[in-house]
């Protein structure tokens, strides 16, 4: 169990970066589909840490293999941190990153300030409930157009203002040193040593049946 660590993610962007960042480390990555379907998860939590949480634990209970799973959001200070934990549905349940954007800007039409930070919070469960997690932000300003081809979701217009550019604008294998997933991501890896001890502790504990 301790050298398997699913991706518990269904959004295909994620799922490529998760990988390409943790890819050279001694685990075996599955994903969602590696296994049979489950029902989804239930994100219901008020904050990033419990939706993190109740993804990677639910899937970990299903699979009976520890899961990591993150809850990314983007927080607007002039909308009081909103979207916050709603932002894949701001605009509505089957909402398209078009349509979120597009009532990002219409919420931000007569506003002059624009600050904002990404938010990412990174869990790894197993299936008795044990947790670790780890917390990336990236700070900057959304801006009034579409900027770049590389991102998803917010990415294009969200500007970080040290380089002048979205972070749709910056190439994936450029894009983890400032983002708000690739720095938690890199407290992860930095703490890699002292995460495997605390799975292999889990699986002596709970070994799988």
Same mark, same amino acid.
């Given at each position: 169990?301790?050298?398997?660590?699913?991706?518990? &993610?269904?959004?295909?962007?994620?799922?490529?970066?998760?990988?390409?960042?943790?890819?050279?480390?001694?685990? &075996?990555?599955?994903?969602?589909?590696?296994?049979?379907?489950?029902?989804?998860?239930?994100?219901?939590?008020?904050?990033?840490?419990?939706?993190?949480?109740?993804?990677?634990?639910?899937?970990?209970?299903?699979?009976?293999?520890?899961?990591?799973?993150?809850? &990314?959001? *983007?927080?607007?200070? !002039?909308?009081?941190?909103?979207?916050?934990?709603?932002?894949?549905?701001?605009?509505?349940?089957?909402?398209?990153?078009? !349509?979120?954007?597009?009532?990002? *800007?219409?919420?931000?039409?007569?506003?002059?300030?624009?600050?904002?930070?990404?938010?990412?919070?990174? =869990?790894?469960?197993?299936?008795?409930?044990?947790?670790?997690?780890?917390?990336?932000?990236?700070?900057?300003?959304?801006? &009034?157009?579409?900027?770049?081809?590389?991102?998803?979701?917010?990415?294009?217009?969200?500007?970080?203002?040290?380089?002048?550019? =979205?972070?749709?604008?910056?190439?994936?294998?450029?894009?983890?040193?400032?983002?708000?997933?690739?720095?938690?991501?890199?407290?992860?890896?930095?703490?890699?040593?002292?995460?495997?001890?605390?799975?292999?502790?889990?699986?002596?504990?709970?070994?799988?049946?």
């Amino acid at each position: 169990m301790e050298n398997v660590i699913v991706l518990a &993610t269904g959004n295909r962007h994620k799922y490529v970066e998760l990988r390409q960042v943790l890819g050279n480390l001694p685990l &075996t990555l599955r994903g969602l589909a590696d296994f049979s379907p489950v029902p989804e998860a239930v994100e219901d939590g008020a904050t990033f840490d419990e939706n993190a949480y109740k993804k990677a634990h639910h899937y970990a209970q299903a699979f009976n293999v520890p899961c990591l799973a993150d809850d &990314t959001g *983007l927080a607007v200070d !002039a909308l009081g941190g909103q979207p916050g934990v709603h932002s894949a549905r701001y605009a509505g349940p089957a909402a398209t990153d078009r !349509a979120n954007c597009e009532r990002l *800007l219409r919420e931000l039409a007569d506003v002059d300030c624009r600050a904002a930070r990404f938010v990412c919070v990174l =869990t790894l469960a197993v299936p008795n409930g044990a947790s670790l997690s780890w917390e990336g932000r990236c700070e900057g300003e959304i801006i &009034t157009e579409w900027r770049g081809e590389h991102g998803f979701g917010y990415d294009p217009l969200f500007l970080i203002p040290q380089l002048n550019k =979205t972070l749709a604008e910056i190439p994936l294998a450029e894009k983890e040193a400032y983002s708000h997933r690739g720095r938690a991501l890199a407290q992860f890896m930095g703490e890699f040593d002292r995460v495997r001890e605390w799975l292999q502790r889990q699986v002596a504990i709970h070994p799988a049946p």
